[in-house]
């Protein structure tokens, strides 16, 4: 299924570029093959790390962020402004999906519920055709939540109550 997934997104590419009389690089279709043997969402940075690990093509920031753009262009590639950073992710095969971002962690978490998508689906909207969705729904991850709980277990440990306070003092 991946195999069939990167043949298609290379033949896009390819048709683009020659359509529009651009070079076929190296560069470009080895960062297409990178983004679509990454899992999930991936920032900039780590797209570099991997062509430099698994590909041994180290690209300029300049030419995968330009690189990116194009992919965008062509809807082979969805770009995520989460809280404090940017994020990309491949999105040939997975135009319509949800997202869960945790607001004090930042952790982003897909969310793949049929009801979500059956309900956007079967929406009405006026005058505009739907190609896809990107649902973003924010809150407090389980994680943070324990320790946002933890917290307040030690502090109300921690606090004196103001009959204590009041009985040490009678002592001195």
Avoid: W
Wanted: hydrophobic share 30%.
């Amino acid at each position: 299924m991946k195999e069939n997934v990167k043949v298609a997104v290379r033949k896009i590419l390819t048709n683009y570029l020659e359509l529009n009389k651009h070079r076929k690089t190296p560069e470009r279709f080895t960062i297409l093959d990178a983004v679509y043997s990454t899992d999930g969402h991936f920032t900039l940075e780590e797209l570099g790390d991997k062509l430099v690990a698994d590909y041994s093509f180290p690209v300029s920031r300049a030419t995968l962020y330009n690189t990116l753009k194009l992919f965008i262009e062509l809807r082979l590639v969805v770009r995520h402004r989460f809280q404090s950073t940017t994020k990309y992710e491949a999105c040939y095969d997975n135009n319509s999906h949800s997202h869960q971002v945790c607001t004090m962690c930042g952790k982003v978490t897909e969310v793949k519920d049929p009801q979500i998508i059956n309900a956007i689906d079967n929406m009405h909207m006026k005058r505009f055709r739907k190609d896809g969705f990107t649902l973003y729904i924010y809150g407090i991850c389980s994680t943070c939540q324990a320790k946002m709980t933890r917290l307040t277990v030690e502090l109300t440990k921690k606090k004196p109550t103001k009959n204590k306070k009041n009985n040490e003092s009678r002592k001195s």
